[in-house]
């Protein structure tokens, strides 16, 4: 029912964050570790736009009101604003370096960027946050707290709700959104992955995305899957099985955005994995002739003000 194919040509530590750019027709990603954000055009040719040696990069999100040539990344604690043409950033803002770092984030519909963190010594405690950038003042106000790891999100079809995973709980949770201000409200378990029949109990939701139905495709990492979930009950539907372990984000994307791109993660393999698992870290395309496997248009503008 699926074909898989790698995209890559090579593997990635930590591949991660990806976003598909209508507007220049791109997959937009990051490979955590190294510091690289990159992208691949629909016929797999790579393209290196930033690399930081210092510290981990966990997020680019596009900013296309600029002329197609500036993304928002995330670097460590800090988000910037990356002018690809002229290799140059600026700060927007940061968070205190107190033994954290951000990890997945996403624009909602109307640009707002929302960024999460986790503890760089995977404590498993629930000490870190969820954050939306203010689009006026440009600064990062906590929406969330009590997180262990920060993880995917996603909206409604109708921009109404919230889905957002917290991998250290192994749950996807929902919030009402009021699109007209970025308030989430009426916090709710949506899925818990604990004690569910349906999930193993060492595979961890990762990154996330929704379909045109309204449905959520989600990355199991330790799971060698990407499940669909219904989105109006939690219930799964189907999964895709990939030839890695470590899966770690998806997202829709292709002119008609009827093609899946897959993240993996080799890094955390152990030797053995490594040898078994030779696609381990690599980017994948997952194409089906099932006319509802498709997305729904991405949120990919990210909105920065006076920059």
Known sequence: ??????????????????????????????????????????????????????????????????????????????????????????????????????????????????????????????????????????????????????????????????????????SVFLFDYDIDNGKISNKRIFLDMNDNKDFTSDELPDGMTIDAKGNLWIAMFQGSRIVNIDGQNGKLLQSIQMPTSLITSVCFGGPNLDVMYVTSCRHFLTDEQKIKQPLGGYCFRVTSKDPNFKGHKPNFSANIKGI
């Open 1 to 170: 029912m699926f074909n898989i194919e790698t995209l890559s040509d090579r593997a990635f530590e930590l591949g991660e964050g990806p976003h598909w750019n209508p507007v220049d027709g791109k997959l937009y990603f990051v490979d955590i570790l190294t510091g690289l954000v990159a992208t691949y055009d629909s016929d797999g040719k790579f393209s290196q736009l930033y690399k930081n040696n210092d510290e981990v990069v966990s997020v680019v999100l596009p900013v296309n009101d600029n002329g197609n040539d500036k993304v928002v990344i995330s670097v460590g604690t800090s988000l910037r604003l990356l002018d690809i043409r002229t290799n140059t950033e600026k700060l927007i803002d940061k968070i205190s370096n107190n033994g954290f770092r951000f990890n997945d984030g996403k624009c909602d519909p109307s640009g707002r960027i929302w960024i999460g963190t986790m503890e760089n010594n995977f404590k498993y405690l629930p000490n870190a946050a969820l954050y939306r950038l203010n689009p006026v003042t440009n600064k990062l106000e906590v929406q969330l707290d009590q997180v262990i790891l920060s993880n995917g999100l996603c909206w409604s079809l109708d921009s109404k709700k919230m889905y957002y995973i917290d991998s250290g709980k192994r």
